[in-house]
């Protein structure tokens, strides 16, 4: 936790300024503006800065659309297919070639792995447009709803745009389209990032991370197998939003 942006934000601008990270795994823009609802006046909260995900965040858009609100209950959780033993497992965090045999060994349970799916559905908007364009109107919707709650709540708002990882490292492209039967020549890898700064309302500062994880893609912002962010990915987004933030808020 030491290790993540927001962390890296609050010690780098000084101890005025508090940061809370209030980001919850799988939510999408419907869901984290339900959750500024809620948190903004617990915490007084004076700025909110929603981080959107061009890998996800368009699908959870439209699913959300199909069945808005918040579970009362957890959802039932389908079980994955069984998994490699686990000292094989341990021996891939040290081994990059144990890592790729695990990796093309569960891309072939992509039938019975539901996970792997998803994985490619995440991808569908960097390989078709009229797909992208189909997804495009539940997120335009759900930032006007983030831009109503911003004003009901009286907090200024602003947006980051965090893109998957073959979009900064062009050459993971051919890899990742081929592993999901997709077509590499198609990709438009800029579209979903630009789609979002469209969508944004026009009051809202939009801060788009794309150019400054490509221009230090060598330093490897992401994970091998993994399209989180890696330690050097935490401190480049921290780098890149320090500036705009300072900026955003008027603070030196």
């Known amino acids: 936790d030491e290790n993540t942006f927001a962390t890296r934000l609050s010690q780098q601008l000084g101890p005025k300024v508090e940061i809370y990270n209030a980001g919850v795994p799988g939510y999408g823009t419907e869901q984290a503006t339900e959750q500024m609802r809620r948190l903004v006046p617990q915490v007084h909260a004076d700025a909110v800065l929603l981080t959107v995900y061009t890998g996800n965040d368009f699908r959870d858009n439209q699913n959300w659309a199909k069945a808005p609100g918040l579970p009362t209950t957890p959802p039932p959780v389908q079980a994955p297919?069984?998994?490699a033993p686990q000292w094989i497992?341990?021996?891939a965090r040290y081994s990059r070639i144990i890592s790729n045999i695990l990796m093309f060994s569960s891309l072939k349970n992509r039938e019975t792995d539901f996970r792997l799916e998803e994985f490619r559905d995440e991808m569908l908007p960097f390989a078709d447009r009229d797909h992208l364009n189909q997804l495009a109107p539940p997120t335009k919707t759900a930032m006007q709803r983030f831009d109503s709650a911003c004003n009901s709540l009286g907090v200024r708002c602003a947006v980051a745009i965090v893109p998957p990882a073959f979009v900064v490292h062009p050459?993971?492209?051919?890899?990742t389209f081929n592993a999901f039967d997709l077509d590499p020549a198609l990709a438009q890898l800029?579209?979903?990032?630009?789609?979002?700064q469209r969508i944004v309302p026009k009051n809202i500062p939009v801060f788009d991370l794309t150019t400054i994880l490509r221009d230090k893609a060598d330093e490897r912002p992401?994970?091998?197998f993994d399209p989180h962010f890696s330690n050097s990915g935490h401190r480049i987004a921290a780098e890149g939003l320090l500036p705009l933030i300072r900026d955003w808020l008027g603070r030196p």
Do not use: F, H, T
């Open 222 to 224: 992401y994970l091998v």
């Open 89 to 91: 497992s341990g021996l």
């Open 81 to 83: 297919p069984p998994q």
């Open 171 to 175: 050459e993971r492209v051919d890899r």
């Open 190 to 196: 800029d579209e979903p990032q630009a789609l979002m």
